[in-house]
């Protein structure tokens, strides 16, 4: 019972967090890969386009953007125009709508792990607060990224083929599912490819053991004619994602051609160049680095249960020869070295590429918190994963550029203030040292806005100042009428404001979002342990007026 309670407890924070919402800037893939691109597709708002939606360079398939931002924008859309209450939109609906989406799909992983826990020799309650608690679901799996799209597709994958994998040998193999399962089956292994192509890399072992496990007679002609019933579900698939991203990407300019967007993805990741410029890590930076990142002791107990079982295979090789434990079935009569091959093999494959971010590990949340949850023992370690689960969601979902999407909550209501018709204002908003801030998220029109957006980056000190007195001579701000008044605004953080006073231009007003950490300027520890602490884990919004030399400009009232 107090399983129950405590999963109806978190199943509730996690809806009302992300009402909230959170503020925390995990990653700009978050926004740039799906809002960012449908707020200007749909809504018309001033948005920055990333290159992988360019017709020259479709990287990206853009069924996933439509089915959840897309849809979320389409009801605003709609509710603009026909609602009682126009109005609705704003930075934050536009924000929450579509991680409202995300999150309501979440919990399609409840539900599956609530059916496949018994299947896969787990205790349902203890599973489901694994996952409920697990800062994994509570931040990312909440965020319109395309790795969330990624494990919803694996979990429903496992699901599917749990009804063949996770049977007893006591009992008698199922019966085959009907002829429509297959179909499904090949349908959701390509979605998830047209969505990342990484999905093969979690689809290879359930549907390796979907084959075995149904083959009358394992071997090649069986699983041949197995995997030749997925053929027409994947067939149609795959007509339907090529028919939306052609339209889509199609453009007056180009002939009507044929887009392949997991080709190209592919062709741009394959390239060690092109990897490169986005990182490149250790082989070993998944099993060492990510996997206790995202899952801390759950990984240690997978790697645990990894050895225990590597070591009784061996075992079990000196004792009866190799051939003969390829055909025993007692290694595998339990569920666990299935979990163990579900979580480990998809980590190996994606270890082969140099680029390894924590974010794509999230999919093997599923059988990580079935193995971790075994009927016969309790969850150890429960003091340690709730510390672990808290700090995790505390940094990722309030601290890390924490003051981003905040600060552009309050610059949306600076630039949308009531001004006078006769005296319009033109706005530069320069963020620096932080991430790319979501354009859509300030609900500017895209046609003939007065307010310009630029990201510089980690730019050095010296390209900054020159930056600032660039904007400030811009012809907007020196037109012969005097008509326009102008205001510009610096964002950065707390860390590399001192850069920004080196450029000498007045300071007319500060506001500080609190808390902001960006780890590529992280605060020294003596900044911590001053009293102006706070300072340094804040966002900074500063509007600089004109220098000395330039009084000659019509001041702000």
């Known amino acids: 019972m107090a399983s129950r309670v405590l999963w109806g407890s978190l199943s509730l924070l996690r809806l009302v967090w992300c009402l909230l919402p959170q503020t925390g800037y995990v990653h700009p893939d978050e926004f740039f890969q799906s809002p960012e691109v449908m707020a200007e597709d749909i809504l018309g708002l001033e948005a920055a386009r990333p290159w992988e939606f360019h017709p020259s360079s479709s990287c990206r398939t853009v069924v996933f953007p439509l089915l959840t931002s897309g849809s979320a924008f389409w009801l605003l859309r709609l509710w603009e125009e026909w609602g009682p209450w126009p109005g609705l939109v704003s930075g934050y609906v536009l924000l929450v709508g579509p991680r409202l989406l995300l999150t309501a799909l979440s919990f399609a ?6 059916h496949l826990a018994p299947l896969w020799g787990a205790e349902r309650w203890n599973a489901l607060v694994l996952l409920s608690g697990s800062y994994v679901t509570l931040v990312f799996y909440t965020r319109t990224f395309s790795n969330a799209i990624e494990g919803l597709l694996f979990t429903w994958l496992l699901a599917l083929v749990s ?14 599912g009907p002829w429509w399962h297959s179909w499904l089956l ?4 390509t979605a998830g490819f047209f969505n990342r192509p990484t999905f093969l890399a979690f689809a290879l072992v359930p549907l390796f053991l979907w084959g075995i496990c149904g083959a009358t007679n394992p071997g090649f002609k069986s699983l041949t004619k197995e995997a030749l019933e997925l053929l027409p579900g994947a067939a149609i698939t795959a007509v339907v994602f090529v028919a939306v991203d ?4 199609s453009s007056p300019s180009r002939s009507s051609t044929l887009v392949l967007t997991p080709a190209n993805f592919l062709h741009y990741n394959l390239d060690p160049q092109n990897l490169a410029r986005h990182g490149t890590h250790l082989r070993l930076t998944h099993l060492a680095v990510n996997g206790f990142l995202l899952f801390g002791i759950l990984h240690a107990q997978a790697l645990q ?5 590597l070591q009784a295979c061996l075992q079990a090789c000196v004792q009866m020869g190799f051939p003969r434990v390829l055909n025993a079935q007692s290694l595998l009569s339990s569920p666990r070295p299935h979990l163990l091959l579900l979580y480990f093999i998809p980590l190996a494959l994606l270890s082969a590429f140099s680029h390894q971010e924590a974010r794509f590990l999230i999919p093997l949340l599923i059988p990580l918190v079935l193995l971790c949850s075994p009927q016969t023992q309790p969850v150890p370690c ?12 505390f940094f990722f979902g309030c601290l890390h550029q924490g003051g981003l999407v905040p600060g552009l909550e309050h610059l949306e209501h600076v630039v949308h203030a009531p001004v006078l018709p006769s005296v319009p204002i033109h706005y530069t908003l320069l963020f620096t040292h932080t991430y790319m801030p979501p354009r859509h998220l300030l609900h500017l029109s895209g046609l003939g806005s007065h307010v310009e957006v630029v990201d510089m980056g980690g730019t050095e000190d010296s390209v900054l100042c020159q930056a600032l007195n660039n904007f400030t001579r811009q012809p907007a701000c020196r037109v012969a009428t005097r008509s326009w008044l102008c205001r510009l605004f610096v964002v950065t953080p707390g860390t590399t404001r001192p850069a920004t006073e080196k450029c000498s231009f007045p300071l007319k007003s500060e506001t500080l979002v609190f808390p902001h950490l960006t780890l590529e300027d992280p605060p020294a520890l003596s900044s ?14 500063l509007e600089l007026g004109e220098k000395p030399d330039n009084m000659t400009e019509k001041p702000l009232p």
């Open 163 to 176: 009804h063949r994998v996770a049977w007893s040998p006591t009992t008698k193999k199922p019966a085959p």
């Open 186 to 189: 090949g349908g959701i292994v």
């Open 305 to 309: 249960a990894a050895w225990q079982q």
């Open 109 to 114: 992983l409840d539900m599956a792990v609530y």
């Open 246 to 249: 052609s339209w889509y990407f």
């Open 528 to 541: 911590l342990l001053s009293g102006a602490w706070r300072d340094h884990l804040s966002l900074h919004i």
């Open 382 to 393: 429960k003091g340690t994963l709730v510390l672990f689960n808290a700090l995790g969601a």
